[in-house]
């Protein structure tokens, strides 16, 4: 088990030993930088703790491992807003490229955990949101059949036709997701984990856990003090400190290591099958298949964080640039790395700043991040906010 997760050692040896001796808690906080492996290990858990053999081999042949391998097993909920938009159009590559069953297994996983944050678990009392876009589920659905590991796919142009249908109607089915996970769901779920279980358990992966309203984290708050008896919830957060103390404390931490260059290499050579990667980062591989100038955003952040340096004014076609909603998330989280480029013995062009004052820029950021999530606010004020704060020195 755990084959998939790639280049976490430490996590997947101590998660193989805790689900040996039968130690795995009941609730769980996978931590870690973007596309560090925390959903795929959430997944691996998830099929683990249902196997009906209890070793969950890579190859179980069990029906709980066969289901949990489709994303379609009933006792495993997913949750929670994630990158579905650049997810998708990669794995349609990897399909088109290689047209191996290994590539079907990734596009259906990465299609699934779209549409498995529409199971009417979740969205009982409020069917009538569900029920608009029900008729685009099962299109997807439908579409899905040709492209089931073990068929032979469709000829090129008819796969590609398939493929983009698959693409719009995700864009759609994506955008009633949500920022954040609504309260209703979390209650949700408290019903249904006192419901009688198809397996010997039940699981619960909430992805950008950080990202939840005060609503949700107390509701949430509430099951995790008494948690139902095998029932198991993990939580994802590239945020540690967006998480509240009062559930952080009820969670055993699991900490994802940013993958280094060879790691990243290594997933997207045996993963995503890219013979001669040319990207620095697996960020940098999905944000291209989702529709941005990874170059070009570097260079707007370096101009930002530049001008914020030199206390120069704002330059407002910038800030423009850099709020719209497709740039947003990227654009902090490149200015993030640009401002770890300023530490002290690190090469970068901007020369060094004192560490107290890189540490201000990325309290700033994350507050940015947090006020968008959290309130939505509009981008291009927090934008501009965020430049003149870094500009007096990160005292605002």
């Given at each position: 088990m755990f084959e998939n997760v790639i280049a976490q050692k430490e996590i997947v040896e101590r998660l193989r030993t805790e689900i040996a001796g039968?130690?795995?808690?009941?609730?769980?906080?996978?931590?870690?930088?973007?596309?560090?492996?925390?959903?795929?290990?959430?997944?691996?858990?998830?099929?683990?703790?249902?196997?009906?053999r209890g070793d969950a081999?890579?190859?179980?042949?069990?029906?709980?491992?066969?289901?949990?391998?489709?994303?379609?097993?009933?006792?495993?909920?997913?949750m929670g807003p994630r990158y579905f938009l650049r997810e998708v159009p990669a794995c349609a590559n990897v399909v088109e490229r290689t047209g191996r069953p290994a590539a079907q297994f990734l596009y259906l996983r990465a299609v699934r955990k779209l549409l498995r944050r529409f199971d009417p678990v979740l969205w009982e009392g409020v069917e009538t949101k569900r029920n608009t876009l029900s008729t685009a589920i099962q299109e997807v659905e439908d579409d899905l059949s040709p492209l089931m590991p073990g068929r032979e796919l469709p000829e090129a142009k008819q796969l590609d036709?398939?493929?983009r249908r698959i693409e719009e109607r995700c864009a759609k089915i994506a955008e009633a997701v949500g920022d954040s996970v609504p309260i209703g769901q979390i209650r949700n779920i408290l019903f249904w984990a006192h419901s009688t279980a198809q397996s010997k358990a039940k699981v619960v992966i909430i992805e950008s856990a950080d990202r939840m309203l005060d609503a949700s984290r107390n509701a949430l708050l509430k099951i995790l003090e008494e948690p139902p008896k095998d029932v198991y919830f993990i939580l994802l957060t590239t945020r540690l400190g967006g998480v509240i103390p009062t559930i952080r404390s009820r969670l055993r931490p699991y900490h994802f290591r940013e993958r280094d260059e060879q790691g990243a290499t290594e997933v997207l050579s045996k993963i995503f099958r890219e013979e001669e990667p040319e990207h620095q980062s697996l960020g940098d591989y999905f944000l291209t298949w989702g529709g941005t100038d990874v170059e070009h955003l570097r260079r707007e952040a370096g101009r930002f964080l530049g001008g914020a340096v030199a206390g120069e004014p704002a330059n407002q076609e910038l800030m423009t640039l850099l709020s719209s909603q497709e740039m947003f998330v990227p654009f902090l989280e490149e200015l993030a790395s640009a401002c770890g480029k300023l530490l002290p013995g690190r090469e970068g062009r901007l020369g060094s700043l004192p560490v107290d004052r890189i540490e201000r820029f990325a309290r700033l950021i994350r507050d940015c991040a947090s006020r968008r999530e959290?309130?939505?606010?509009?981008?291009?004020?927090?934008?501009?906010?965020?430049?003149?704060?870094?500009?007096?020195?990160?005292?605002?």
């Open positions: 039968g130690s795995v808690p009941s609730s769980l906080l996978f931590s870690g930088p973007p596309y560090s492996g925390k959903a795929t290990a959430a997944l691996e858990l998830a099929r683990a703790l249902t196997c009906e081999a890579w190859n179980c042949t069990c029906r709980s491992c066969e289901m949990q391998r489709f994303l379609v097993h009933p006792d495993t909920l997913l036709r398939l493929l959290q309130f939505n606010q509009n981008p291009a004020l927090l934008v501009e906010s965020l430049y003149y704060n870094m500009r007096e020195g990160g005292s605002g």
